[in-house]
């Protein structure tokens, strides 16, 4: 089937009304039928499925086992996210092992179509969390503990989905099965637009982090509080908005949000009691810790301001990653010389990449939007991304 064949097989999936696009969120419902969906078309291609001990699903296309060819991405997505920016890589690395077996093509080292856990860190809060177990850059415990908004652990969500979470961690066997590990991936800006070409070879990623602020006040009545009695933690969260934009304007090539902010008890005639926001802070180089120390720093004094405190925690942080060297030339040599393109993006094959050779292709994307219902890719270059991969996936193998 094509890539764009498997993609409508799923647009059903994990629609939000609500939001509009998608939300399908690690070990969610909607997150489960698209974890079935994926082992039974792999099945159907006659690869080998097995479940590793973060939850990731391997497909393998012949014996697993160590110099493999691997390929993937993941099929969960941001509250109200797009329907390419996970699942492309995935049904495109399906859309291929099929195109590759029509040919006749008999790879001469193993070949897997993985689908990571938790890449966006829509419900737990740390990204590329079955990438990071499997490598060992998050520890085991930490993942186990972390809570979605209803409370419930990452190590109970996964068990119910049949991981057993004592399992969980660094998993050095199976990371040394991998010999290459290549993303395909819907481009998340303008780049390939502006350059007028359908498919990109990957070259760095921005260092990137997540911190969570906690401000706490004084919750009371709306009404019956003068001005001049409060600790509202609302204003210090607020002042805290403007300043990630005022100082991040003030570094080059900086890029920091703040997407999520939930006050506590979250009522119209209430004032807060606590307000969490979360800050995700992108800077290449070093200087993502040192614009977060200056945000902190304003935090701290808007919280004073107001009688109020606030407790600022890392939530993830990853460095600058450059794609290895080889397989970048590789892949720009077979492909016929695409583009290269940097990204701000996060991406599992990043968080590989400080432990074997990865790399990454991109799909056009003709809104430059993503993380939302208006990310797009046409079908002419959804298919070009195929085919790009397929014609990778057979010079590594054969
Ligand atoms: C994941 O898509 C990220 O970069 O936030
Ligand atoms: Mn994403
Ligand atoms: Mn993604
Ligand atoms: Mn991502």
Redesign the pocket.
């Known amino acids: 089937m094509t890539a764009s064949g498997f993609l409508a097989e799923i647009a059903g999936v994990g629609r939000d009304p609500k939001r509009g696009g998608y939300s399908r969120h690690a070990f969610d419902a909607p997150e489960h039928d698209l974890r079935e969906w994926f082992v039974e078309r792999a099945l159907g291609l006659g690869l080998d499925v097995e479940t590793d001990r973060n939850g990731n699903i391997w497909a393998w296309w012949g014996p697993p086992g160590r110099n493999a060819v691997v390929t993937g991405s993941h099929l969960d997505s941001v509250p109200g996210g797009g329907a390419f920016?996970g699942p492309l890589g995935v049904v495109s690395g399906l859309s291929a092992v099929e195109a590759l077996q029509t040919n006749g093509f008999r790879p001469r080292r193993p070949l897997a179509v993985v689908v990571f856990a938790e890449?966006?860190g829509g419900r737990f809060g740390v990204?590329c969390l079955g990438s990071r177990l499997l490598t060992g850059t998050i520890d085991a415990d930490k993942a186990r503990g972390l809570r979605d908004a209803d409370g419930v652990t990452f190590a109970e969500a996964a068990g119910k989905a049949g991981v057993d979470p004592a399992r969980m961690g660094r998993d050095t066997e199976r990371l040394d099965r991998i010999g290459q590990f290549l993303e395909l991936h819907v481009e998340q800006g303008r780049g390939l637009i502006d350059l007028g070409a359908p498919v990109a070879v990957g070259s760095t990623v921005i260092a990137?982090g997540r911190w969570r602020f906690s401000f706490a006040g004084q919750g009371n009545h709306a009404g019956a509080t003068l001005l001049a009695d409060r600790a509202d933690p609302m204003l210090p969260a607020a002042a805290t908005v403007t300043a990630v934009r005022r100082l991040a304007a003030q570094v080059p090539d900086a890029r920091a949000t703040v997407g999520r902010l939930v006050p506590t008890p979250g009522g119209t005639n209430v004032i807060a009691s606590t307000v969490d926001l979360w800050l995700?802070a992108r800077v290449p180089g070093q200087g993502t810790p040192g614009l977060v120390a200056e945000i902190s720093r304003a935090a701290s004094e808007a919280a004073q301001e107001e009688g109020c405190r606030v407790e600022v925690t890392r939530e993830s942080y990853s460095g600058d990653v450059v794609f290895d060297d080889a397989l970048r030339r590789d892949l720009g040599g077979w492909l016929g010389g695409p583009p290269e393109l940097p990204t701000g993006?996060?991406h599992d094959a990043a968080i590989l990449a400080g432990f074997v050779p990865a790399g990454m292709l991109y799909v056009r994307n003709p809104t430059g939007i993503s993380?939302s219902p208006e990310e797009f890719a046409e079908a002419g270059d959804v298919e070009a991304g195929a085919a790009a991969l397929a014609t990778v996936l057979e010079r590594l193998a054969r």
């Open positions: 920016d890449e966006e990204p990137h995700d993006a996060g993380h």
